[in-house]
């Protein structure tokens, strides 16, 4: 998009005009007058999500119990259908893909399932940009193991704060690590990582390697399969809209499927055994043996339309408007803000870039409450990050080149100073 740029409200009504995807934002509630840049934190509510969401409580009316074989979305089956249409925007084969739990959940399941520490093969790798939930999880597990979290946990240290150098985490994977887990795409800076790689270069290595994909599925189109990630974890409130604490993802390369899970639970039954109540378990041949306890159909039954959205939209489609908002974003930044002291944070290449502009300025905290009066949500990140996330079905290039105008008038009139730099419990 650079080159051509203008900088102009005409500009970004054109490339509204021609937009794809524009017919989507009609199908969000949007507040009126606000602009929401913090999809990557709490997705919007769309229409087809309210609809489905409501048909499930319709169902429960109707069919109480039966409501698990009966009415429009069986609920037995809900959870491993949804994993298989999520399954087209991971690039995995449907069986390998099951809807359950929570992003932390899903992480302590697939670390109880595949951190085998053996000999001197015992360290976890992680990173030190990584979300902290992660790291919690992981010193949880080795302390269950009896193990010190001084020897086995490792975390990759950022050269500058802001990314990871794909040499030093390869660097890392000596003969003592067992398993890695690393995020797809960094929570502040939005680095997205080469997965094809790091995956590639974990197995010459004969250690398991697994993400933690929060940031990347519903914005950045992957191919766990093809590129033989061994497990993948992510929620499904970001950037996929299926509402606050809205049912989680988890992947497991086919190739792992048929063990046995770490934690077990009858819901990780075959199908047709559940019932049996036997008390020898019987764990399906899917991921969908990942599954501990009765699923949350309330929490996932929003996913039902909202995913619907996606397939009809297409990820390809959804992952190139989103480098395409936020190239835009960019370089109006740099035109309009070039002498306000903002820097970029995340990386500028479309390849290693997530789907937030990763802003970084000393009075982050101050700025973020002013755009807040502008009716403008960003999201910030202590000590000195917004986050901007376009989101390529509700946000338009319009709404860009009204914030980048709204930024430019708080930094113009200082009206940040007004207020105070304590930041909010919930940033
Ligand atoms: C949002 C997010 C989480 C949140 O975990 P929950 O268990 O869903 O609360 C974890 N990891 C990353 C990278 C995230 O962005």
Redesign the pocket.
Known sequence: MSGSVQWTKDYAEDLDGRDPLRRYRMEFYLRPNTIYLDG??LGLLSKRAEKSLLACLEDWKEWGIDGWTHGRHPWFYLSEQLGEKLALFIGAEPQEVILT???????HQLVSTFYKPEGKRTKILADAL??P??IYALQSQLSLRGLSLEEHLMQVQSRDGRMLAEDDLVAAMSEEVALIIL?T???RSGQLLDIEKLTTEAHKRGILIGF????SVGAVAHEFSKWNVDFAF??N??YLNGGP?CV?GLYVNRKHLGNRPGLAGWFGSKKEKQFDMEFLFHPADSAGAYQIGTPHILSLAPLIGSLDMFMEAGIENIRKKSLQLTQYLMDLIHHELGEYSFTIGNPLEDHCRGGHVCLEHDEAVRITKALKVNRVIPDFRSPNIIRLAPVALYNSYSDIWQVVQILKTIMVEKQYEKFSKDRDVVA
Do not use: E, I, Q
């Open positions: 990557n934190s739990g929570s992003t932390t959940v899903n992480l990584t979300f939930s992660d995020p795409v960094l929570y933690d994909a929060c940031h992510w929620c409130y970001k604490g989680a």
